[in-house]
């Protein structure tokens, strides 16, 4: 199978141009490519794994990457897939978060000798002089056509800003001028980034009657149709600041029945084979398709060893038992009345409950867990006896759950 076969295989190509042509460069390893990651938070997430991963897939079949970093671009935002206007950022904050993408991105892509190129569009985009942008690139963009392009038409009922109405111009200007430094004939990103992906290959064809070719990755989404890589709290970070080991497998562990074996596909390295035997398994060895899932990927951001004791965490928090690394909220003796403190108080202090009414509904709808065992009184205290050492394991309902110690 070639590296091609195996990404629509996978299920991770959703559209491309020229396929014939972008597949025998793909397959032949003779690719350069780019994929762009705008600088808008201080750490990736799981929106740009699938991406991380599409690179490193094509890096390892000998193809060139170009990770492209936005600080030039994340001055405007992207209007793609937004119901408003990106919150603007300052050139500190962009600076600092591309920073550390920097230092992510090497955990998947092999970036010594000259295997892959790190670049920031600022590099480019901030010089530029904008009545010669206009007149050398601007001139080869049609308004009309750019309207008809589903980021703007998306956003014109509620208003488009003529700020983000140059994105696409600036995305496409990245495209050719990776094209002119690099020989970059290629530009993958998600489905979403089709309008502004194919303006690049546009306007390297019109400047300098070159073919270039995109691909863009199907989104991840799951069996509702939403994006995945969300909770309740915000976004799934790679980040171990940011989002635990621990909370990183967790969010595998507990995808829905529907969704492990397409993530298996599309984000793991398993072998289709073994994942193909693994789908064949009977209905009640789910759970262990997503242990599985959710180590290959905790393995692939956060280290083998990382991964095992996030494993090992999330069997201890099945079976009722303790673990260090679980998330912890340490609480003191000032928080004890008596020398000991209810489980409303503990629901609140550990962030489980964000009131003390919602704690209190909780518990009396039997939604609590105290190390595996129902809690259906209110009133039910701790002591600082059951708080030493190993601490206890609250549980709210089937996914959130804190360990509690006192220190």
């Keep these: 199978m070639t590296i091609y076969e195996e990404l629509v295989a996978r299920g991770l190509v959703a559209q491309v141009t020229d396929e014939d042509e972008l597949k025998e460069l793909i397959n032949a390893g003779k690719a350069v490519f780019y994929i762009g990651f705008d600088a808008t938070a201080d750490s990736l997430h799981v929106g740009h794994f699938m991406a991380l991963c599409l690179m490193k897939r094509l890096q390892m079949a000998g193809n060139k990457p170009i990770a492209l970093i936005g600080g030039g671009t994340t001055m405007v935002g992207d209007p ?36 892959a190129i790190l670049v920031n569009n600022a590099d480019w985009l901030m010089g530029l002089n904008y009545v010669e942008l206009l007149r050398e690139v601007g001139s080869h963009f049609s308004v009309n056509r750019m309207l008809t392009a589903e980021c703007y038409k998306n956003r014109m009922e509620r208003g488009l800003s003529f700020l983000e109405f140059n994105y696409m111009i600036m995305q496409a200007f990245d495209f050719y001028t990776l094209y002119q430094k690099y020989g970059c004939q290629m530009q993958l990103g998600g489905n979403d980034q089709w309008s502004n992906m194919l303006a690049g290959t546009d306007l390297i064809r019109r400047k300098l009657g070159e073919n270039a070719y995109a691909l863009t990755i199907t989104l991840l989404l799951n069996s509702e149709g939403n994006k995945m890589g969300k909770t309740a709290s915000g976004a799934v970070w790679l980040d171990p600041n940011k989002t635990s080991p621990f909370e990183f497998y967790q969010y595998w562990r507990n995808v829905a029945d529907a969704d492990v074996f397409k993530c298996m596909r599309m984000l793991t390295f398993l072998p289709l084979e073994e994942i193909e035997a693994i789908e064949k398994w009977e209905d009640n060895r789910i759970n262990e398709a997503k242990e599985i899932l959710a180590f290959e990927l905790t393995k692939l951001v956060h280290s083998e060893e990382e991964a095992t004791k996030a494993q090992e965490s999330s069997r201890a928090l099945f079976t009722g038992g303790a673990s260090e690394h679980m998330p912890t909220t340490e609480i003191s003796e000032e928080d004890l009345t008596d020398g000991a403190i209810d489980i409303i108080s503990l629901l609140v202090k550990s962030e489980l409950a964000p009131t003390r009414s919602e704690g209190r509904r909780n518990v009396e709808q039997g939604g609590v867990t105290v190390d595996g065992e129902k809690v259906t009184d209110f009133k039910a205290v701790f002591t600082k006896e059951a708080l030493a050492g190993d601490g206890i394991v609250i549980k709210r309902g089937k996914k959130k759950f804190k360990r509690v110690i006192l220190k």
């Design 80 to 115: 793609s897939g937004r119901t408003d206007m990106r919150q603007m950022m300052t050139p500190e904050q962009i600076n600092h978060n591309c920073e550390c993408f920097k230092k992510q991105m090497s955990k998947f892509i092999d970036f010594s000798d000259d295997k």
